[in-house]
Each structure stands twice: as C-alpha cells, then as structure tokens.
C-alpha cells in the first residue's frame, strides 16, 4: 500500500505534465510503464490481485492503485471542463475547434464526426477520450435519463440511425426533458405542435418515430417517466464537472471482484463484503497491519500450505503443530 502511494507521488507526478499537454503516447509506451509500475508494486513477480480489482477502491477489495489509460482519459477530458468555467480558454477553444462549442448539447456519435474533421492531433485525443468517457457514462434515474441529449446519442436510434434534427437543434429543441408534458408522459404529437408552433417541418411520423426511439431506450434501463424530475447537465457532463478521481471510478467501474470472495463464501454465509472490506482500512491506520489484513482477505498470505502447494516446504502443518 506504501509502494502505491510512492507511485501516485512521486512517479506519475513527473509525467503529469506531458500527459496533460502534450499528444497521447504510443500504445507500447502505455503498456510499458504499466508493466514497470506492477513490476515495482509486485517486486518483479506475478501480480497476487488482479488489475481489474487492484484499482478498485478499498471497499470493493481494491487498492486504489492506478491505471495508467483512466489517468490518462481523465487528464485529457479537464480540458473541457474548461470551456464552462474559464472565459479564456472557451475563446481560444471556439477559435481553434468551433464545433466544441457544441459538444454538450450532442452526444457521443457526433464527437466521431467532429474527429473526422479534426486534423489537429491533440484535439483528436481530447474528443477520443471524451467519447470513452461518454460510453462509460450509463443513466440510472429518471434525473440522469431527461437530461439526455436527443441528437447523435447512440441509444436513440430510428430507423438504425441516430437522430439529428437541425430544425429541433437551431430553436435548442435538444434534451429529452423538453418533450415530456406536465402530466409526466410523453407529448402527443397535437401537444408537441401547440408548446413549439414555430417547429414546421416536424410531421407526425417523424415525431411518433422518434418518441418510439427514446420509449425503447427508456425501457433498456428500466426507467419511470414522470413529471417529478430536476434540471441536471447530462451524466457525462455531470462527471466531467467532477475531480479527475471522480471521472477515473467512473471509467473504472466493472464488475469484476476479487477471486478470493467465491471461496470465502462457500465457508461462510450472508458475508457483507463491502463493510468487511471498509473495516480493514477503518480498524487501524498501520499500514502493515491493513496489508496484513488483506492478505487474509484475499487469500495471498503465505501460509504452510501455500508453500507445500508450491513444493517449497515438506509439510502443510504449521510450525506449532509440527514441534
């Protein structure tokens, strides 16, 4: 757990800098540093948690180890988060990349458009990494399904296409909470037509068709429509507005658990794992005994029996028992 910290510290902190400035590295260049990373965590060997949990926070089983690739996406993405709150930086933005400008009201298939007309490679790395966040961005409530944009979302799709209306984009006709009615439904078509009379160009079928389209992505998720929503910036927006730690869980986010959990629960029942693991960091503020601890929990202590697993000792019993 020390070494962790020393890597977050005193390694990454040099590279900062490039990474957030400069194009992304190659490929090998990313898998190399990973590799030299957990060569130092692991002392050269094996990796005793596998990567998907190491990275996890504690009470997931994780060690807040670093990932190099979220790192990397998240210290891209903050140049976004830029164009909201520095006056500065959204005037140099609009003049160099005019099309981000509008990169909150679209969802993530326009950012593949923008890319192909993107010649400027750091740019192209920015809207990347965006559209990786965008992916790992799933709505779960009502709140986060309203706020999300009509146009370019891949979840919308009619007729196996996304959806952009230039008409509904020119009078900011864009989030799905514009189309629902103070009954918490849907609009007719009829309703539609008296709350946005200068839309001319809508019919009905192209209305009934899109309505159908987010009604299907509505019941992906499971979600509840009703009247008695807030007004939030869609999800990805949402978390971009975060710490860049935030936008790293959100990228980390799977789920995958530690291995040694199966085993636990077969010797035990109803195991709480989530408090289980809470308490080992909460129980001490020695570092040796919380790695002490988690050894235990997942089952990398170096027992007898490992060893006599592994051929290296004659016997699994432990030393009191063998005296």
Same mark, same amino acid.
Request: hydrophobic residues 40%.
């Given at each position: 757990?020390?070494?962790?910290?020393?890597?977050?510290?005193?390694?990454?902190?040099?590279?900062?800098?490039?990474?957030?400035?400069?194009?992304?590295?190659?490929?090998?260049? +990313?898998?190399?540093?990973?590799?030299?990373? @957990?060569?130092?965590?692991?002392?050269?060997?094996?990796?005793?948690?596998?990567?998907?949990?190491?990275?996890?926070? @504690?009470?997931?089983?994780?060690?807040?180890?670093?990932?190099?690739?979220?790192?990397?996406?998240?210290?891209?993405?903050?140049?976004?988060?830029?164009?909201?709150?520095?006056?500065?930086?959204?005037?140099?933005?609009?003049?160099?990349?005019?099309?981000?400008?509008?990169?909150?009201?679209?969802?993530?298939?326009?950012?593949?458009?923008?890319?192909?007309?993107?010649?400027?490679?750091?740019?192209?790395?920015?809207?990347?990494? #965006?559209?990786?966040?965008?992916?790992?961005? #799933?709505?779960?409530?009502?709140?986060?399904?309203?706020?999300?944009?009509?146009?370019?979302?891949?979840?919308?799709?009619?007729?196996?296409?996304?959806?952009?209306?230039?008409?509904?984009?020119?009078?900011?006709?864009?989030?799905?909470?514009?189309?629902?009615?103070?009954?918490?439904?849907?609009?007719?078509?009829?309703?539609?037509?008296?709350?946005?009379?200068?839309?001319?160009?809508?019919?009905?079928?192209?209305?009934?068709?899109?309505?159908?389209?987010?009604?299907?992505?509505?019941?992906?998720?499971?979600?509840?429509?009703?009247? +008695?929503?807030?007004?939030?910036?869609?999800?990805?927006?949402?978390?971009?507005?975060?710490?860049?730690?935030?936008?790293?869980?959100?990228?980390?986010?799977?789920?995958?658990?530690?291995?040694?959990?199966?085993?636990?629960?077969?010797?035990?029942? +109803?195991?709480?794992?989530?408090?289980? @693991?809470?308490?080992?960091?909460?129980?001490?503020?020695?570092?040796?005994?919380?790695?002490?601890?988690?050894?235990?929990?997942?089952?990398?202590?170096?027992?007898?029996?490992?060893?006599?697993?592994?051929?290296?000792?004659?016997?699994?019993?432990?030393?009191? @028992?063998?005296?």
């Amino acid at each position: 757990m020390g070494k962790i910290i020393v890597i977050k510290s005193l390694i990454i902190s040099k590279l900062t800098h490039l990474l957030i400035s400069l194009p992304d590295p190659s490929e090998q260049f +990313n898998n190399d540093l990973e590799k030299e990373l @957990y060569d130092y965590l692991w002392d050269g060997k094996n990796s005793k948690i596998k990567k998907s949990v190491v990275c996890k926070p @504690y009470n997931e089983g994780g060690l807040q180890m670093l990932d190099i690739k979220a790192f990397i996406t998240s210290l891209k993405v903050s140049w976004l988060k830029k164009l909201r709150v520095d006056s500065d930086w959204k005037d140099f933005t609009v003049n160099m990349f005019p099309d981000l400008i509008n990169l909150d009201k679209r969802r993530c298939e326009f950012v593949n458009v923008l890319m192909e007309r993107t010649t400027n490679v750091f740019g192209k790395d920015v809207l990347r990494h #965006y559209n990786k966040l965008s992916n790992k961005c #799933y709505v779960s409530t009502l709140d986060e399904f309203v706020a999300e944009c009509i146009h370019y979302n891949v979840n919308i799709l009619r007729d196996r296409k996304v959806i952009f209306v230039k008409e509904w984009c020119d009078n900011d006709i864009l989030w799905i909470r514009q189309l629902v009615n103070d009954n918490g439904n849907f609009m007719c078509f009829e309703e539609f037509r008296m709350r946005y009379p200068h839309i001319l160009r809508t019919n009905f079928l192209m209305y009934e068709g899109i309505i159908n389209a987010i009604k299907r992505y509505r019941e992906k998720y499971d979600i509840k429509l009703s009247s +008695n929503f807030k007004t939030f910036d869609s999800k990805v927006w949402h978390v971009l507005g975060k710490r860049n730690k935030h936008v790293q869980s959100v990228l980390l986010k799977s789920e995958a658990v530690p291995t040694a959990i199966d085993r636990w629960n077969k010797k035990y029942d +109803n195991l709480n794992w989530k408090n289980i @693991y809470k308490m080992c960091i909460k129980t001490t503020y020695d570092v040796q005994l919380r790695w002490f601890q988690l050894r235990i929990l997942h089952r990398i202590l170096s027992t007898e029996k490992l060893l006599y697993t592994c051929r290296i000792v004659e016997s699994p019993l432990c030393t009191f @028992y063998r005296v």
